[in-house]
C-alpha cells in the first residue's frame, strides 16, 4: 500500500466539516434520547429523526463530492481516504 496527500480548498473543507459536525450533532440527540428512554413526543422524535436524515445525506453527499472532485481525479482507484480537517489535507491509501 502507498499513500498520497492531496490539499484541498478551505472553503471545501468547510463545507464538509459542518455537515459532518451537524450530522454528528443530531445522532447525538437521538442516541440520548434512545439510551436514557426519555418521553419525547412522537411527533418531535420523528423531527429529530427527519432533521439527521438530511444532515446525513448532507454529509455524504459532501463526501461524495470531494470524492469525485479530488480524490478520483488523482488516483483511478483508491483504497481508502481521509480528510484532516486541521489541515485541509486528504490521504488516499493506494493499493498497488
Same mark, same amino acid.
Request: proline letters at 3%.
Given at each position: ?20 459536525? $451537524?450530522?454528528?450533532?443530531? @445522532?447525538?440527540? &437521538? ?6 428512554? #426519555?418521553?419525547?413526543? =412522537? ?23 470531494? $470524492?469525485?472532485?479530488?480524490? @478520483?481525479?488523482? &488516483? ?6 481521509? #480528510?484532516?480537517?486541521? =489541515? ?9
Amino acid at each position: 500500500m502507498k499513500t498520497i496527500t492531496i490539499e484541498i480548498p478551505e472553503d471545501v473543507k468547510t463545507k464538509v466539516q459542518r455537515a459532518d459536525v $451537524e450530522c454528528s450533532a443530531r @445522532r447525538s440527540i &437521538i442516541t440520548t434520547i434512545l439510551e436514557q428512554d #426519555l418521553a419525547v413526543p =412522537t411527533e418531535r422524535f420523528n423531527a429529530y429523526q427527519k432533521e439527521y436524515e438530511d444532515k446525513f445525506f448532507a454529509f455524504e453527499s459532501a463526501k461524495t463530492e470531494i $470524492e469525485k472532485e479530488y480524490v @478520483r481525479t488523482a &488516483i483511478s482507484n483508491p483504497a481508502n481516504w481521509v #480528510l484532516d480537517y486541521n =489541515t485541509n489535507i486528504i490521504t488516499v491509501t493506494v493499493e498497488e
